[in-house]
């Protein structure tokens, strides 16, 4: 039994495999009368899902000591050992404070790490407790439950850095600061979209097991600003106009349970109203490519630069106001020039995914940690052409923006102003929940790889 070429050796008269250490989660000797014996638990790749297995090993002392001293050392700086974790025991069926104790603790416990549980009770809990932990003990944040208490979580860290960096989040020309913490999601909610498109399934359990590998993915995040306020961050959708009614109408049923996304929709898309917009961008530099391959990194780090310039009057508010500058506004987001005015004045919808979604074979696949936004422009058309669109778009299939009536735009930024002279209620589909919008305007803004999740896409 040795430890070479980054692979654990088994050759006994049972036992004669070879184990990657990159899924080799603990090791512990065992020693009897008998003799001694190395005990490994490892991670069996199947597909999307993960299994853990225990092989117990007989060999001499000094064998096992000197394998298991290799793999403790190689486990060393890469795994988490402390997390803060968070659960909505509302998320789903009401069945996530379960689903943790009973899948995912065990995990945790007999891989050595130690967590630090809060089962949430009221709203604003995880923004509250957030702003006022001391996290330098924690390697890592875990959200329990659906796309919502993962969004709750983002939120508040990214508030968190941006006041301690003496950055307004407010402000929409403000930068967001990359996170130092890594966020882990356990899929215990009902859409849970996040997670699956970090494991490839909604298991819990490989969800649990991919925090504790330690591997992490870079990915985006996208800012919604009215006016001088910042109303919400995404890292999965923001949907203007039909899909902001129809999480506006899902949420009226929330008894129904998950089951309310497949009936409510259908009524929302069936009395689906046009909105007349005005929709501006600043269009993605040419050359934007992003390989998700080099997204993938073991631990977080700065992506973030300072950009320094000399305040014009030598005053107290421009000594503050340069203090709290990290990159000016024309670098981040375009200057007045760049920005260009989209032909559409009459929508249905409009659309982003932090998480792009592109063609692999005949279906759609995620990439996290692109260099644009995809703004997608659903214009008039007719009612049938629609639902077939929308039924390709729910099957995933690679052709469902291949209609002449959506138009997909790569953007740095963009911003909508509604001119309907009547007074309506518009809204907001921010990562599944409902943001009821209090101006005509509306100012999205991408943010790249500010985050890094626990997680390792296929």
């Known amino acids: 039994m040795n430890f070479q070429e980054s692979c654990l050796c088994y050759q006994t008269f049972k036992i004669d495999r070879k184990i990657n250490s990159r899924l080799i989660l603990s090791s512990n000797i065992h020693s009897t009368d008998s003799g001694t014996s190395l005990e490994v638990v490892h991670v069996v790749e199947k597909k999307t899902k993960l299994k853990i297995e225990k092989i117990q090993c007989e060999a001499s002392e000094s064998q096992c000591n000197e394998t298991h001293k290799a793999i403790e050392q190689s486990m060393k700086d890469k795994r988490p050992k402390s997390l803060l974790v968070f659960i909505n025991p509302r998320s789903g069926n009401r069945g996530a404070e379960k689903i943790y104790q009973r899948k995912v603790l065990p995990i945790f416990q007999m891989c050595g790490v130690k967590t630090n549980e809060y089962v949430t009770s009221r709203p604003n809990e995880v923004r509250d407790r957030l702003l006022n932990t001391n996290l330098n003990t924690y390697d890592g944040v875990v959200a329990v439950g659906g796309d919502g208490i993962y969004n709750e979580v983002l ?3 990214l508030d968190r850095e941006m006041k301690n960096s003496g950055l307004d989040p407010n402000d929409p020309d403000s930068r967001l600061v990359q996170l130092k913490l890594p966020i882990g ?6 859409g849970n979209y996040t997670a699956w498109y970090l494991n490839g399934t909604k298991c819990p359990k490989t969800a649990a097991i991919r925090i504790v590998m330690g591997d992490c993915v ?10 001088n306020r910042c109303a919400g961050y995404s890292s999965l959708i923001l949907g203007f106009g039909l899909f902001g009614d129809v999480m506006r109408d899902c949420e009226k049923y929330r008894w129904m349970g998950t089951s309310r996304f497949k009936v409510i929709p259908v009524g929302t898309v069936l009395s689906r109203r046009p909105v007349n917009v005005i929709i501006s961008y600043v269009p993605a530099k040419s050359g934007d490519n992003n390989s998700n391959a080099e997204n993938r990194v073991t631990a977080p780090k700065q992506q973030f630069h300072r950009q320094i310039s ?11 106001t340069f203090q709290k500058r990290t990159v000016s506004s024309s670098a981040n987001f375009g200057a007045a020039s760049e920005w260009r005015t989209a ?3 009459v929508v249905y919808a409009v659309d982003t995914y932090p998480i792009t979604m592109k063609p692999k074979g005949t279906k759609m696949a995620p990439h996290f940690g692109e260099d644009s ?9 007719k009612l049938m052409d629609h639902i077939r669109q929308l039924k390709e778009v729910d099957d995933g299939k690679s052709t469902c923006y291949d209609f002449d009536f959506v138009r997909t735009i790569s953007v740095e930024r963009y911003r909508v102003r509604i001119l309907n002279k009547e007074m ?8 599944g929940e409902v943001i009821c919008l209090d101006g005509p305007e509306i100012i999205v803004s991408l943010h790249r790889r500010v985050v890094q999740l626990y997680g390792s896409p296929n």
């Open 424 to 431: 309506q209620d518009f809204f907001v589909n921010c990562d």
């Open 218 to 227: 870079a990915t985006n995040v996208a800012s919604l600003h009215q006016g």
């Open 185 to 190: 999601i356990i899929p215990a909610g009902s």
């Open 373 to 381: 936004l995809k703004l997608r422009i659903t214009q008039k058309c």
């Open 310 to 320: 000399v305040p014009v009057f030598n005053t107290k508010k421009a000594r503050v």
């Open 155 to 157: 939120s508040a860290l």
């Open 343 to 345: 032909d559409e004045r």
